[in-house]
């Protein structure tokens, strides 16, 4: 008995330990998945086919299997990539969401035929050159997506996409620390930069990096906000931080506006 007793007692606490490693690991904080979608377009035309195709059947699929909210947005008239690039922004409440969406897109018949110009497309004449897919985990500081409220047009606002990649993937997980817990992320949000996402890439082209996305009235606002950011004593406390020296090494920003037909 003595020893049965030794042996299951054994099992308990390699339960135990399994149980609290797992705990340890789990995150408390039920975060949005975001799959970011990058056409790559060669001509007018294919801009027109996708706009046509991401507001007639897209987006109207989208709400049928429960998504509030697709964001479209196009690159700034003065950008090179005008015209041959759309960002298309589709949030998730789960992982299992992501991996059941294109199951529902399949069995939607409705999409299937508004659709049909995109879905049915010939090898001698595509929609789009290519597809980039990124896809992200919100922030735990900013768990689910914003929806932003500016009064000007679509096409006066300026959204701001930016990637901040790391050397390794210490020094990456380091400048996610720097937005979720030494305040960079709350300083946004403070200042009313009104904020779509921050995310971690968990599969992309480009990691390690993190993404966010921030949204102005204009271009002007853009600047006026970005001024009251630099001059933050909180910015000014954050960037002197020896513990987040060097956490970045490469950013690449994006200027964009949303399209007419966007939910953000």
Not at 150 to 165: F, V
């Amino acid at each position: 008995m003595k020893k049965n007793w030794n042996l299951n007692s054994k099992l308990s606490q390699v339960f135990l330990v399994l149980i609290l490693f797992i705990s340890a690991c789990s995150d408390p904080v039920v975060r949005d998945i975001y799959q970011l979608k990058i056409y790559t377009l060669e001509d007018e035309n294919q801009e027109l086919r996708i706009d046509k195709f991401l507001k007639d059947a897209f987006i109207p699929a989208a709400k049928r299997t429960g998504i509030s909210h697709v964001g479209v947005f196009k690159p700034v008239e003065e950008d090179t990539l005008a015209g041959k690039l759309i960002d298309v922004l589709i949030p998730f409440s789960s992982i299992s969401d992501f991996e059941k969406f294109g199951a529902c897109l399949q069995d939607d018949m409705v999409y299937q035929s508004d659709g049909k110009d995109y879905i049915g497309a010939g090898h001698k004449d595509p929609p789009y050159k290519r597809i980039e897919s990124v896809l992200l985990r919100s922030f735990k500081t900013m768990p689910e997506y914003g929806v932003p409220t500016h009064a000007t047009p679509n096409d006066e606002q300026i959204y701001e996409l930016r990637s901040y990649q790391g050397a390794t993937e210490k020094l990456y997980e380091k400048k996610v620390e720097m937005f979720t817990e030494g305040g960079e992320t709350s300083l946004f949000i403070d200042l009313d930069f009104q904020p779509i996402f921050f995310g971690e890439v968990i599969s992309g082209s480009a990691m390690p990096n993190l993404m966010y996305l921030t949204t102005f009235e204009s271009k002007e606002s853009q600047a006026e906000y970005w001024d009251v950011f630099r001059s933050s004593p909180v910015w000014e406390a954050l960037k002197k931080d020896e513990q987040y020296k060097h956490t970045v090494s490469h950013i690449d920003k994006f200027y964009l506006h949303p399209t007419a037909y966007s939910d953000l």
